[in-house]
């Protein structure tokens, strides 16, 4: 007879092992089913070039829940997080340049050098946004309210509308400002330098196929600021060993608890008999039954290509096609023969350890857009680079480095019927060359490199579009509304099919949060409060 799970998990990434790990924990037998050869999704370590190994996708940690941390004790497991000494390294057009972070009275002084205005508006700024954040914070690891059940949605809406409604009326237009504006507009509120704008405005495009100037930008800024690293809120860190250290420390959590994890195991479709999800069949042809379906892979992903069409109402999929998917995102990973020398402090120094923001101003950010939605690429990319070597001497050899460069504006799809197969090559010397303008002599340092474009982030992630957010972060995409509103609390539309991936409330990046809170809804499902607050 084919064993019968409580649980079924599509997908091996850090979210899916957080939501077997909770579910294990509470007594449930679970099955994570994993297409690659190894757990972690995108947050991976990988050999790319003899003796250089790096964090495959993602590369930096900062929104991971202290709470799935400690409760899994991955610090336990050997996972050590070390904080950046600054945040951000921002050259400029004239030769200069600006460092981001390490304490309020520092980057006041580094701002003061462009703006006396903005160093005086920076503690308001920084108090404006972390009260913001402070709500985020509180709702990350909450369920949001599914619409259409009745009186437990209410409640729900009620509760956590509470930290919305503590708020003083500034506060609250913060709120207003910071989900419906553009970057630029609300960052021209509080600042005149165009670096100072730039240093902010950066995280407003990172994973978002948009330019500064887009409407509800602002949000995905915030979205990048409510994170912490061992208890500093706002501040970003390196993973010793990479970022596959944190999924590794996941997967041995998970067996621990009991959690059978079954690699090389791509799933076909979902198994679906009078309107339920009853199991799932892998490409081999073998069924994996379940009481619950969970689903780690993108919701595009799911209803598009797991789930039958036939299974789905068609008003249902509808609404998926009009899903927003595509974070305009191109990854690499380099071997380098030595630190990069940047023409405005080519010496060895803590600028090396911090995010290395290639993007001096909103318009050039801007620019990099238009260009993306015009031809396919940008003339000039937007490219942060991160060394985690300088920190972490196990991923390269003596004296050499690996560095990660991230990098926007990328079209999820080219236009003209181009394949990004043809173009990926293109698009890497392109990234390298913007690099070697502000570092002379990077070029010739790179001893090999690893390329992502979208269509390689697809194929080998699941990431459709190349979408590292799993879906756009936009305000119509989130919350309640994340994937659909009506499916928005880890609920697919047939019955036993919940999803915990960054589809889901709180989005994108290596939070866990989705996995944690989807485990709370499948376990609290049977509850006799859910049954008939849902029935009110």
């Known amino acids: 007879m084919t064993k019968q799970y409580d649980a079924v998990i599509i997908g091996g990434g850090h979210n899916g092992l957080v939501c077997a790990y909770y579910l294990a924990r509470a007594g449930k037998s679970v099955r994570v089913l994993e297409r690659r050869p190894i ?22 940690v900062s929104l991971l829940q202290p709470k799935v941390i400690a409760d899994m004790r991955l610090a336990e497991r050997g996972l050590r997080i070390v904080e950046r000494p600054i945040s951000n390294f921002l050259p400029q057009p004239d030769g200069g340049y600006l460092k981001l ?21 920076l503690p308001g700024y920084y108090e404006a946004l972390d009260t913001v954040a402070d709500v985020l914070r509180d709702l990350a690891l909450k ?86 690293v061992n208890g500093k809120k706002g501040a970003w860190g390196h993973a010793i060993g990479g970022m596959g250290a944190i ?42 039954m379940g009481g619950a379906v969970v689903s780690n892979v993108g919701p595009r992903l799911l209803y598009d290509h797991l789930i039958a069409s036939e299974d789905l109402e068609p008003e249902f999929r509808r609404r998926v096609k009009g899903f927003k998917v595509g974070s305009g995102t191109f990854r690499m990973n380099v071997a380098l023969s030595e630190l990069p020398r940047f023409a405005c402090l080519p010496e060895p120094g803590e600028h090396h350890q911090s995010g290395i923001i290639i993007a001096p101003t909103l318009d050039y950010m801007d620019r990099a857009y238009i260009d993306a939605k015009l031809t396919g690429m940008a003339r000039e990319p937007i490219v942060e680079m991160l060394i985690p070597s300088t920190v972490d001497d196990s991923l390269a050899p003596p004296g ?18 181009r394949s990004w197969d043809d173009a990926r090559e293109q698009a890497a010397d392109l990234i390298i060359d913007t690099v070697e303008r502000w570092a002379p002599g990077f070029k010739a340092s790179v001893l090999a490199r690893q390329i992502h474009s979208p269509l390689d982030l697809e194929r080998k992630f699941g990431l459709t579009g190349g979408d590292i957010m799993h879906g ?59 049954r008939l607050t849902r029935a009110a």
């Not at 972070?101 to 508006?121: I, V, Y």
Request: glycine content about 12%; hydrophobic content about 40%.
């Open 39 to 60: 757990v972690g999704g995108a947050a991976v370590t990988e050999e790319f070039h003899p003796g250089f190994r790096n964090s495959v996708a993602s590369y930096t």
């Open 101 to 121: 972070g390490g304490g309020l009275e520092r980057t006041q002084a580094e701002f003061r050098r462009f703006s006396k205005h903005d160093a005086d508006a």
């Open 143 to 228: 369920s949001p309210p599914n619409m259409g059940e009745g009186l437990h949605t209410l409640i729900s809406a009620a509760r956590q509308g509470r930290g919305l409604a503590k708020l003083s009326l500034s506060q609250q237009r913060d709120v207003l400002d910071l989900f419906t504006k553009s970057a630029r507009t609300f960052l021209d509120s509080w600042f005149e330098s165009e670096a100072v704008k730039a240093a902010f405005g950066f995280d407003a495009v990172v994973g978002n196929f948009a330019s500064p100037d887009t409407p509800g930008s602002a949000y995905v800024l915030l979205h990048h600021v409510f994170g912490e």
């Open 247 to 288: 999924t590794q420390a996941m997967r041995a959590a998970c067996e621990e608890a009991g959690v059978e994890i079954t690699l090389e195991a791509p799933v076909a479709r979902v198994l679906v008999d009078n309107g339920r999800a009853v199991g799932v069949k892998l490409e081999g042809g073998a069924e994996v």
């Open 400 to 417: 050499q480095h690996v560095a990660s460069l991230f990098c926007q504006q990328f079209a999820p799809e080219l236009p003209d019927g």
């Open 472 to 530: 756009n972060m936009s305000l119509d995409q989130l919350w309640s509304a994340r994937p659909f509103l009506g499916n928005g609390a880890y609920r697919g539309p047939l019955k036993g099919l919940y999803l915990c991936g960054a589809g889901t409330h709180p989005g994108g990046g290596v939070t866990g949060a989705p996995g944690h809170n989807a485990a709370r809804e499948i376990l609290g499902e049977k509850s006799l409060w859910r």
